[in-house]
């Protein structure tokens, strides 16, 4: 379903997109419009986890940014989330940033939005994913190896607008599934949502420790440093 944004965050600019062979190495298969898209909302993420890490640097004290947008997302902080979480967007940009990231448009994809391998070690009880960041990145080695890392978009990631807060877009799409990829996140859906506003909440309402690992609230998280763009 198309999503419309929310006014109100500040406007950004936004790196100018990819283009030529560095686009074309980076991004596979997509039709002229798409790349375009695409291309502009890889820059607006990757700047987005640019801001976001500098802003951990500064501090995750109490009022700080990253604090009261943590409790927005996940709910009442606590030691280990917050550390996983910062472990996460750490991962997060330098993926992104890597050589090895990898964009595939596959027309016949209809599973949703997007995927990408996510590597895990869940507590199936729950619904979790119990390995750290470092795990995800040792165990990830293997497969860059052989490859590299591959994201799959397919059509209905494009009827939804470039930027949304507090709902999906084409830019939350990307941080949502490049948090499987980069820190293991999963998709939990063990009692109810996981997906959109309604998905967030009810894991915020679970506590942290659910919440920082699904991806949907962390893709949501991110989103609060990339400015609205059209």
């Known amino acids: 379903m198309t999503r419309t944004s929310k006014l109100g965050a500040p406007l950004a600019t936004v790196k100018t ?10 991004f596979n298969n997509f039709p002229t419009t798409e790349l375009g898209k695409i291309s502009t909302a890889y820059a607006a993420a990757r700047k ?27 709910g009442a902080v606590e030691k280990e989330s917050l550390k996983y979480l910062v472990d996460a967007c750490k ?15 596959d027309a016949n994809y209809a599973h949703g939005n997007a995927e990408m391998l996510s590597y895990t070690s869940r507590d199936v009880l729950r619904g979790l994913n119990t390995a750290t960041v470092s795990d995800i990145q040792s165990w990830e080695t293997a497969q860059i190896n052989t490859g590299g890392s ?12 470039m930027w949304a807060q507090d709902a999906q ?17 999963v998709d939990d859906t063990n009692g109810g949502a996981c997906y959109g506003i309604e998905g967030v909440n009810r894991l915020k309402a679970q506590g942290s420790d659910r919440a920082v690992r699904n991806a949907e609230n962390v893709g949501f998280f991110c989103m609060a440093w990339v400015g609205r763009i059209n």
């Open 17 to 26: 997109p990819l283009s030529g062979n560095e686009a074309m190495s980076k």
């Open 91 to 105: 991962a997060m940009s330098a993926k992104i940033a890597s050589l090895t990231f990898k964009v595939y448009y």
């Open 48 to 74: 987005g986890l640019e801001a976001l890490v500098t802003d951990i640097g500064k501090g995750t004290q109490k009022g700080s940014k990253v604090d009261t947008t943590f409790i927005k997302y996940f």
């Open 150 to 161: 591959r994201m799959t978009i397919g059509p209905s990631c494009f009827t939804n607008p």
């Open 169 to 185: 877009c084409i830019i939350e799409t990307l941080l949502h599934e490049l948090s499987h990829h980069a820190a293991g996140t």
